[in-house]
């Protein structure tokens, strides 16, 4: 049995977004910037897709811009909010701990330059207090950037309650929300969002195209300068065909939304239950604040680099983690800041399932991991030392 289960790394390309694709690469060609008829029948095409993605959560097409990607998108956001702030001498930011590290390493940056970070906890089951939140934000706070979901162990954080918080203050308010968009329900408007990072293969669109929404009136600043694309705030020409290619897949989600998260849920919870069973284990972030494909854990003893290449040889394609940290040796910055130690990050598994994951996929899983999570710890050191009361178990 073949199984991939890293969905939240990249999903496959869907039917619509195919279908939709093909017929612009193959006909609709032109250049969306030329005066002449294939070229503004490109643009027509490329406002639709623009349209289509606004109506999904809640926008004006105008607020819309196409990207590469969620890590680009979330990069204009946090520059832009940051060169407002720097102009009006507000040079503090609120985040968390556990972002993505295209929103981390942007912060980084901008501490280098003389901004103030204050990345909130968010606590054992992964989640932000928006009581905390709100006592973070200072009258020269520029900018609050939450995820909607964490991309590593799935947990749904207030986003409505932080967006109040936010527009009560008057601080422009960013949201990764990578993981969400296409599979939760988002409505700009009703959560108070200024600004929202997406990419279109989480959700069954092609890989290296995103959008940035931008509610109007918000500055900024440009990535990436020349032409006059997008309303000028992102040159170069646009790939026609992918931002389409998104469209078609993030309505095709949005419109079996509630089917596909039910489905999810009822298989992410029988994984949990059967994995739960496996001695010195632990989920990782709350059971139901969680995205209905996500399942995270950690089991004492062993290294999950190791359990991920024994289940791949079992046909199990999963993950410990983000896929753009993949090849990093440290435990999982994301598990260490819900309070994780070292030796139990290590030993993590994510198993992200897509809309068709059935019962016996499931059971196949369970089997399979504990099988592994058994035969890794028969020559384990540490758990050797566990097992003799050497060391006390922490799970």
Known sequence: MKIYADNAATTKLGRAALEAMLPVMEEEYGNPSSLYELGQRAKEILEKAR???AAVINADPREIIITSGGSEADNQALLSAADRGRKTGRMHIVSTAFEHHAVLHTLAKLEREGFEVTLLPVHEDGLVRPAELSAAIRDDTCLVSVMYANNEIGTIQPIAEIGDICAARGVTFHTDAVQAVGHLPIDVRAQNICMLSASAHK???????????????TPLINLIEGGAQESGRRAGTENVAAAVGMAASLKDSAAHMAENAERMRCIRDRLIKGLAAIPHSALNGDAEKRLPGNVNFCFEGIEGESLLLLLDDRGICASSGSACTSGSLDPSHVLLAIG???????GSLRLTIGEDATEAEADYIVKNVTEVVEYLRSFSPIWRDLEAGKKPYIL
Do not use: M
Request: glycine share 16%; no cysteine.
């Open 340 to 346: 994780r130690v070292h030796d139990v990050a290590h």
């Open 203 to 217: 959700f069954h669109g092609p890989k290296g195209v995103g959008f940035l929404y931008v509610k109007k009136g």
């Open 51 to 53: 349209a289509e993605i």
